[in-house]
Every structure is written in structure tokens, then in C-alpha cells.
């Protein structure tokens, strides 16, 4: 019954785990094509990240594009999650940014809705997806329902704690979403922008980058990663794999990329929708977006 009552609920949940691992494995491979298979040996040490030991198995793949995207997994995101956890402070979002965003995106989308309409392809996947309150009715009706169990059920559902901690947290989501109806869309596209902009202004700008998830600070992104090398935060001792890991950053021009400073005024340094946002306004943290 416990294990019932919780994938019931972690459906929710399950959509943007997709999504976030879709974006995960395109994010280094935006335009390529597949050229084959990969031929390199699947024996060997190939380098090390953080102390740690990295091995041709770790990074095999059966297409140049597979395999480009695991080197960088296996090298580059240790250090990225590493570096986000030290800059947690400047890059994570607060809640009243992410209130003023949410109330900003909430009144761009409804100028959008005015002038165009209603997109009949969201329409028609939000005729499919339960409302937040109903979501979040079904979450606290578990929660509440777990509270109640028998002694023996408790013990039993303390195997399950993680994924309950992922529930209560969803549920302030909910609420907050409830409130702020962009409020979701604000975490996604801002949190994104601020990490992107820490980037930009800490590792000397350049040029940016149109990705799946918005843009990015490509070459002060590339910077970063040499900086890394440079202090042998990673090591990589096949140059064949090394010029794997550096090929996102030095392949052929991509249309995707641009250097042009209005251009990146508006895709990214003053994009359209943060466009009117006054951050330390203490009205706008209180205000309900209508």
C-alpha cells in the first residue's frame, strides 16, 4: 500500500525528471551529427577530475556525439556542481527575485495572450495536466495519510524519507505557484539567466549562445573550463579525449552563437522578459501579480 501511495504521487514529478535529462544530453551536442561509432579503447585511465580517477568504460559511447557528451559528464559536471555549490550565495536565486520574475513573466504573457491568443498546443497540454491546486490536494491528502500510519507502516515508510522530502518541498512549490501562477516558469528561466550572467560577468563576457534551455555564456563558459585545467581541478592525459571535452567550445561557427553587443543586450544582458523589473523594490515583493 506505502509503495502504491508514493508512486502515485511521484507521477508528478516524473515529466520534468524527463525533461531535465533531455537537457542534460543535448546541452553539449546543440547541431551535431551522429558520424557513427566510436572506435576508442574501452580500457585505460584517460585522466581525473577532482582526485578521482576516470577510465575510457566511463566515457564510451556508440556515436562521436555519445561519447563527446559523456566525456564532458564525466569531466566537466562534477566541476560545474562544485563550483555552483561554492557561488550558491550569487547564483541561486532568492524567493522574492523569483516572486518579481514570476509577477513580470504573469503580465508579459498575458500581453502575449492579448495581441496573439492563446497557443493552441499549451492549451492542449494543460487540458492534460491536473491544475496545482488539484495537485497539490493529492499530495497533502498522502502526506496526511502517511501521518496516520501504524508504528510497523512508519518504519517502513523511513525507507521512502528522500522521497517524502521531495514531496513536502513540492507542495511549497504548489502553494507557491498558487499564488505566483509563473512562479514555476520563473525558477526554470531565471534561474537559468542568473547562473548564465554570473558566468558572463565573472569570466570576461564574449560571446553568447542560443540553447534549449535559453542563452548562454559560451565563451565565458570555455573560460571557466580552461581555468579549471589551469588549476588542475581536472586532468585529461589522451589528447584525443581532451579535444573531445574542448570540441563544444572549438568547432566550426554555429548560427546559434553571436558577439554582436546589441544582440546580446537583448537575447541576454536586458532580455525582454526581466525588461521593467526593479529588484529592490519592496512593493513588488508584496504584490500579487493579477
Not at 525528471?17 to 566510436?38: D, P, Q, R
Not at 561519447?67 to 563550483?83: E, G, M, Q, T, W
Not at 536586458?270 to 523594490?281: A, H, T, V
Request: charged share 35%; net charge negative.
Amino acid at each position: 500500500m506505502i509503495s502504491r501511495l508514493l508512486v502515485s504521487v511521484h507521477t508528478f514529478g516524473l515529466c520534468c525528471l524527463i525533461m531535465s535529462l533531455w537537457l542534460a544530453c543535448t546541452s553539449f551536442s546543440c547541431g551535431e551529427e551522429e558520424s557513427g561509432k566510436n572506435q576508442v579503447d574501452q580500457k585505460g585511465l584517460i585522466g581525473k577530475v577532482l582526485g578521482k580517477s576516470i577510465y575510457r568504460s566511463d566515457v564510451v559511447g556508440e556515436t562521436d556525439s555519445e561519447f563527446r557528451i559523456n566525456v564532458a559528464s564525466a569531466f566537466l559536471s562534477p566541476l560545474l556542481d562544485k563550483y555552483k555549490e561554492e557561488h550558491k550565495a550569487e547564483i541561486d536565486p532568492t524567493e522574492k527575485e523569483l516572486i518579481i520574475v514570476a509577477g513580470n513573466l504573469e503580465k508579459r504573457l498575458a500581453e502575449v495572450e492579448k495581441e496573439e491568443g492563446e497557443s493552441e498546443a499549451l492549451t492542449e497540454l494543460q487540458s492534460g495536466t491536473p491544475s496545482p491546486e488539484a495537485q497539490l490536494k493529492m499530495l497533502e491528502d498522502a502526506l496526511i495519510e502517511v501521518k496516520n500510519f501504524s508504528p510497523e507502516e512508519q518504519e517502513e515508510i523511513e525507507q521512502h524519507k528522500e522521497l517524502l522530502d521531495q514531496y513536502s518541498k513540492r507542495i511549497e512549490l504548489l502553494r507557491k505557484e498558487i499564488q505566483y501562477p509563473s512562479y514555476r516558469l520563473a525558477i526554470f528561466m531565471f534561474g537559468h539567466w542568473k547562473f548564465q550572467k554570473h558566468l558572463y560577468d565573472e569570466f570576461g563576457g564574449g560571446r553568447v549562445m542560443w540553447q534549449q534551455r535559453g542563452v548562454e555564456a559560451f565563451d565565458a563558459t570555455h573560460n571557466l573550463i580552461k581555468q579549471f585545467e589551469e588549476e588542475k581541478q581536472f586532468e585529461v592525459f589522451d589528447p584525443k579525449v581532451r579535444e573531445e571535452l574542448y570540441h563544444y567550445w572549438t568547432r566550426e561557427d554555429s548560427p546559434f552563437l553571436t558577439a554582436d553587443p546589441e544582440r546580446v543586450k537583448e537575447s541576454f544582458l536586458q532580455p525582454e522578459w526581466l525588461k521593467g523589473i526593479e529588484f529592490d523594490s519592496e512593493e513588488s515583493e508584496e504584490k500579487k501579480p493579477e
